[in-house]
């Protein structure tokens, strides 16, 4: 398969996995025209919710995939380790074990989960580094004051959990 003209993260990723319009829609659950638009710069944005699709089907970062630089190099989700590079083999592992999973879906869950809750360890560990970049720097209260403006907003866009807050207390 030749590489795609298109210069959008979707078509950088599809191509990069060697799969068609129709299969790469049949694999993130959108019809073949939404892939298609994807794939045309300016013409439809990539949504959080489908990066987080493509990133859980494939195992590409989100991030990446958001940040929308098909030029920058491709990286795995952060569950593979902080800044690992992204390569078809890791698509191919991920969808040989969705098979062999497809029959047992708790367990499909549970790794999901488990996925999830090593990126949140690792945001932790970078905020960890700021902060005490901060206090070296004698500007901890200045770091905390914007890490507590942040964590605001996020509060209004996503909610608040506080049940899980206190699971990991």
């Known amino acids: 398969m030749r590489p795609s003209s298109k210069r959008t993260t979707v078509a950088a990723l599809r191509t990069t996995l060697g799969l068609s319009v129709e299969q790469f829609a049949e694999l993130i659950g959108k019809s073949v025209s939404t892939v298609k638009s994807l794939e045309t710069p300016g013409r439809?944005?990539?949504?959080?919710?489908?990066?987080?699709?493509?990133?859980?089907?494939?195992?590409?970062?989100?991030?990446?995939?958001?940040?929308?630089?098909?030029?920058?190099?491709m990286m795995a989700d952060s569950?593979?380790?902080?800044?690992?590079?992204?390569?078809?083999?890791?698509?191919?592992?991920?969808?040989?074990?969705?098979q062999a999973m497809a029959k047992d879906p708790d367990h499909k869950r549970y790794l999901r989960h488990q996925k999830r809750d090593a990126q949140s360890l690792e945001l932790c560990s970078q905020w960890f580094g700021i902060l005490a970049a901060a206090r070296k720097d004698g500007k901890q209260e200045v770091a905390e004051y914007l890490f507590g403006q942040f964590i605001d907003q996020m509060k209004k866009r996503f909610g608040y959990d506080s049940a899980r807050k206190r699971d990991m207390d």
């Open 44 to 73: 439809l944005n990539l949504s959080e919710d489908t990066a987080v699709k493509i990133s859980d089907e494939t195992g590409i970062s989100a991030r990446w995939l958001l940040e929308g630089d098909p030029d920058k190099p």
């Open 79 to 98: 569950s593979w380790g902080p800044d690992s590079p992204y390569y078809k083999s890791l698509f191919e592992h991920i969808q040989a074990t969705a």
